[in-house]
């Protein structure tokens, strides 16, 4: 595979399983140092041995997103053990799905602390490496709920605010050298799918066939497709795209 990103360090939060798993090994077989921070310490234990095991340097944390000194101490460590920050995913997530009469003050202020909290504390830290080396790449994991989910309500706002969030970046770090963009996936094959279809008392493949028959190209969408979508945003090449939400659905999206 080309190294487009050798010699560029790149982050990803929860990054030991699902997409920012496939999103860390995409920039690690692309010759990038790769950085991972997720609360999961046995998954990233394992994320980290499978990656090391295939040659790829390899930096590994267990740091809450939600707590800002564990993130702005990793970000730190990050810049220090490799020599820079460049590219930050901000992929971290949760879901506590539910309709709004249910929805207790916890689902909602765990899915915002992690999508919304998290993504500020991790960019805010990242951005002041990269505007002194005048280089940067942001880019936020949102969601096909973004634009209105049943039983979604804390989780599509989040991650509309991630757009937002996205796009105001990109007008502040412009001038640095550093874009923003988000990847928003349609319905991703994950442990999290498969936590809804659990939730919603249906076999998984189930699940799976009618979503499908839903989505325009006729297939599920896997990880890698996530991380194909952000290795574009990430790349050198791009640096005239920011401030730009990517639906990766299979078809379109409003």
Do not use: C
Not at 94 to 102: G, P, S
Not at 214 to 230: C, L, Q, T, W
């Amino acid at each position: 595979m080309t190294k487009n990103f050798e010699g560029r360090t790149a982050l990803v939060t929860g990054g030991s399983r699902g997409i920012g798993r496939q999103i860390a090994e995409r920039f690690a077989e692309e010759g990038a140092n790769v950085a991972i921070i997720d609360i999961n310490e046995e998954a990233l234990a394992a994320a980290k041995e499978e990656l090391e095991a295939k040659g790829y340097s390899v930096y590994a944390k267990v740091a809450s997103v939600t707590e800002k000194e564990q993130v702005e101490g990793a970000v730190a460590e990050v810049n220090e053990h490799f020599g820079s920050i460049d590219i930050l995913v901000n992929n971290a997530g949760v879901i506590r799905d539910n309709m709004l009469f249910k929805m207790t003050d916890e689902d909602w202020l765990t899915v915002m602390d992690v999508h919304l909290k998290g993504a500020f504390y991790a960019t805010r830290a990242a951005q002041k490496y990269m505007i002194d080396q005048k280089y940067g790449r942001i880019i936020n994991i949102s969601s096909t709920s973004a634009l209105g989910n049943r039983g979604q309500a804390n989780y599509a706002t989040a991650k509309a605010g991630l757009q937002g969030f996205t796009k105001t970046l990109a007008i502040e770090l412009g001038k640095f050298g550093v874009t923003s963009n988000a990847v928003a996936p349609g319905f991703i094959e994950t442990d999290m799918t498969k936590a809804t279809a659990e939730r919603m008392g249906v076999p998984f493949d189930g699940f799976v066939e009618a979503n499908v028959a839903m989505i325009p190209v006729g297939r599920s969408g896997k990880p890698e497709d996530i991380a194909n979508a952000v290795a574009f945003f990430a790349d050198e090449r791009s640096s005239f795209v920011s401030g730009q939400v990517l639906y990766v659905a299979g078809g379109p999206k409003d």
